[in-house]
C-alpha cells in the first residue's frame, strides 16, 4: 500500500464511529468548536440507519423511539423535525404454544389461555418455589437464577430461558444484571403488582412509540446534515491504523481512505467502536492484562432477513417474539406498520431476526437455506405462506449484540479502568461503553457527555461518575 503522510489536520474533537452516538455528540459539539467524525462505513448511522430496497425502506433491524429519560424525547423530536414523525400505538406479542399473548405479559391472560395441565404446572412450580425461596437463601449467581426465583423453573423456561438462549447463549453462562437491565419485572409477584397498579406505568410497558415517517434511519441523517452546516467534517470509508498517545495523553488518530494516510490531531477523542478494538488501536499498546480482558468481551451476531410480501398488511402486531426453539427467529416484525410510507400501498415487509455466533456455520449458512427454514416457521405459525412472498434478502450484521458474559463485568472493570488514566480519550455508546442500550440513551449520553466536556474546571471523577449514571440504564420494550 502506498503511504503519504499528510500535514496534520488541526481538529478540537475527533469522533471515531458515525452511528447515532457519535454523530448526536458531533452535533452539539459543533455549534461552537470543529469536529470530524470518522466512519469506517461507506454510510453514515451505525444500527440506526434505513435503506432503501427496490420501491421499499428498510430499517437495518427494526427500530423504535421511546424514552422516559427527561429532556431525550424533545431532543428526538427536535432532530427528526415537526410534523415528520408518527406516533403509534405499540402493538406486541409473545408466540408460545402456538398462541399469541400480548406483550409484556399478563400473568392472567397467561395462565388462562395456555392448556389447563401446563398452567396447573406453571402455578405448582411456582407455589413450590416460593416455599424453597422462604425455606433456603438462595444466591443469584446468573441469569436462570434470578428469573427461577421469582417464576418458578416451570415459569422460568416458559418465558426466559428460550429468548435468552437463542439471543444470548446458554443462560447459565449469563450474568444477573443482563436479567436486570433487560427485564421490569423480577417475579410473579412484580408482574402482577404492575399489572394491577401500575398498568400504565411509562418504566414498565411503552404503550405508545415514536417513528420517523421516512424510517429510523432519518435520526443519523438529519444530525449529519446539521454538522456539516455547522462546518465540521464526516470521513466515511475511513479505516483507523492507530491512536497514537503519550503521557497518558491522546496525541493523534491514523486512518486512511483507500490507499492514503493521513494524521489527525486530537484535542479530545470521543470513541463510539466496540471497546475491544479501541484497545488494539491504542499506540503504545496496552498492558497484556487489559488486551486479555477486551479480548474477553464477548458478542453475538445477527441475521436479518428481510421479506417483501404481495399484500398490503401481513401482521397483527408490530414485533412478535419467538422464544421457542421450535422457531428459527427470536423475533419478527412489520415496519409498514410503524408508517405506511415505507411501503407501496399493496405490499409490505417482515423481518425476521436470527441471532448466532459469527463463527458458527449457520451464519454462513447460503440465504436460500436460511431463508427456506424462516418459511418453513412462518407457515407453521401460520403468519405468512410462501405463495404470497415477492423477493427476499438477508444482511448479516457481526459482533452487534453485546453478551453479558458471567465474568463481563471484570473484564469491562479492567478495561474501563485503563481508559480512564487518560485525560482526553472518552468511549461512549453502546459498542464504546459495551453497555445494552438504545438509541435513547445513546442521546441522553451524548448530552450529558457534551455538558460535561464543556464544564470549566471538571474533574476526572466526575466524568466517572458519568460512567456509573450510564451503567445504569435499562431496557423498557
Ligand atoms: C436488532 C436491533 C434492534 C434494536 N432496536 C432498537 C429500538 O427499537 N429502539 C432503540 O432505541 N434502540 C434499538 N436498538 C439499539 C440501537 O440500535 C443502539 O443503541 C444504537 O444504534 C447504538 O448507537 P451507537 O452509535 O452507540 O453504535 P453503532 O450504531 O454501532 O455505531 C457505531 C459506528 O461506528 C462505526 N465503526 C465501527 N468500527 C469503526 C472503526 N474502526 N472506525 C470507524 N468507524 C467504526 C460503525 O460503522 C458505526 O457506524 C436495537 C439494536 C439492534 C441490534
Not at 502506498?2 to 454523530?23: A, D, E, Q, Y
Not at 428469573?147 to 416451570?154: D, E, L, Y
Not at 444530525?223 to 503519550?246: D, E, R
Request: aromatic letters at 14%; charged letters at 25%.
Amino acid at each position: 500500500m502506498k503511504t503519504t503522510i499528510t500535514p496534520s489536520i488541526n481538529s478540537n474533537n475527533v469522533i471515531l464511529g458515525g452511528g447515532v452516538t457519535g454523530l448526536y455528540v458531533a452535533e452539539r459539539l459543533s455549534k461552537e468548536s470543529s469536529v470530524v467524525v470518522l466512519e469506517k462505513r461507506e454510510k453514515i448511522g451505525g444500527m440506526c440507519s434505513t435503506f432503501k430496497h427496490k420501491d421499499c425502506f428498510f430499517d437495518l433491524g427494526p427500530h423504535k423511539f421511546y424514552t422516559q429519560l427527561f429532556g431525550i424525547n424533545e431532543e428526538f423530536l427536535r432532530i427528526v423535525g415537526e410534523g415528520n414523525y408518527n406516533k403509534v400505538k405499540k402493538k406486541n406479542s409473545v408466540f408460545l404454544k402456538g398462541k399469541r399473548f400480548q406483550f409484556p405479559v399478563k400473568i392472567t391472560e397467561l395462565v388462562f389461555g395456555l392448556n389447563p395441565f401446563l398452567s396447573l404446572k406453571f402455578l405448582t412450580s411456582f407455589g413450590l418455589n416460593l416455599v424453597n425461596n422462604l425455606v433456603r437463601k438462595r444466591k443469584i449467581k446468573n441469569y436462570e437464577d434470578y428469573f427461577i426465583k421469582g417464576f418458578g423453573p416451570v415459569g422460568y423456561k416458559l418465558l426466559f430461558y428460550g429468548f435468552a438462549k437463542k439471543v444470548w447463549g446458554n443462560p447459565k453462562d449469563l450474568s444477573p444484571e443482563l436479567a436486570k437491565k433487560r427485564s421490569p419485572v423480577s417475579s410473579v409477584f412484580d408482574l402482577v403488582k404492575k399489572m394491577i397498579f401500575e398498568r400504565n406505568n411509562p418504566n414498565v410497558n411503552a404503550e405508545y412509540f415514536f417513528y420517523p415517517k421516512k424510517g429510523f434511519g432519518a435520526i443519523c441523517d438529519n444530525l449529519s446534515n446539521t454538522i456539516k452546516n455547522n462546518g465540521s467534517t464526516i470521513l466515511t470509508n475511513s479505516n483507523l491504523n492507530s491512536i497514537n498517545h503519550s503521557n497518558n495523553h491522546i496525541d493523534s488518530v491514523r486512518y486512511s481512505v483507500i490507499d492514503k494516510n493521513y494524521d489527525l490531531s486530537v484535542n479530545n477523542l470521543i470513541s463510539t467502536i466496540r471497546l475491544p478494538e479501541l484497545i488494539t488501536l491504542l499506540n503504545p499498546k496496552p498492558n497484556p492484562e487489559v488486551i486479555s480482558a477486551a479480548k474477553n468481551l464477548k458478542f453475538r451476531s445477527l441475521i436479518l432477513v428481510y421479506i417483501i410480501v404481495n399484500k398490503p398488511k401481513a401482521l397483527e402486531d408490530n414485533w412478535i417474539f419467538f422464544p421457542e426453539k421450535e422457531y428459527i427467529f427470536n423475533r419478527l416484525s412489520e415496519q409498514k406498520s410503524f408508517s405506511s410510507e415505507l411501503f407501496p400501498s399493496n405490499k409490505t415487509g417482515i423481518i425476521a431476526e436470527i441471532t448466532c455466533d459469527k463463527n458458527s456455520t449457520f451464519f454462513e449458512q447460503s440465504d436460500t437455506k436460511i431463508f427456506d427454514l424462516v418459511i418453513k416457521d412462518l407457515e407453521k405459525a401460520n403468519l405468512l405462506h410462501q405463495v404470497d412472498v415477492l423477493e427476499f434478502f438477508t444482511i448479516r450484521v457481526k459482533d452487534i449484540y453485546p453478551v453479558y458474559s458471567l465474568d463481563y463485568e471484570q473484564n469491562l472493570s479492567v478495561v474501563m479502568k485503563y481508559l480512564n488514566t487518560f485525560d482526553n480519550l472518552f468511549s461512549l455508546g453502546r459498542m464504546g461503553l459495551f453497555n445494552y442500550n438504545n438509541c435513547d440513551h445513546c442521546l441522553d449520553m451524548g448530552y450529558k457527555f457534551v455538558r460535561y466536556l464543556k464544564t470549566e474546571n471538571k474533574s476526572h471523577s466526575q466524568w466517572v461518575e458519568l460512567l456509573s449514571y450510564f451503567n445504569d440504564y435499562r431496557i423498557v420494550d
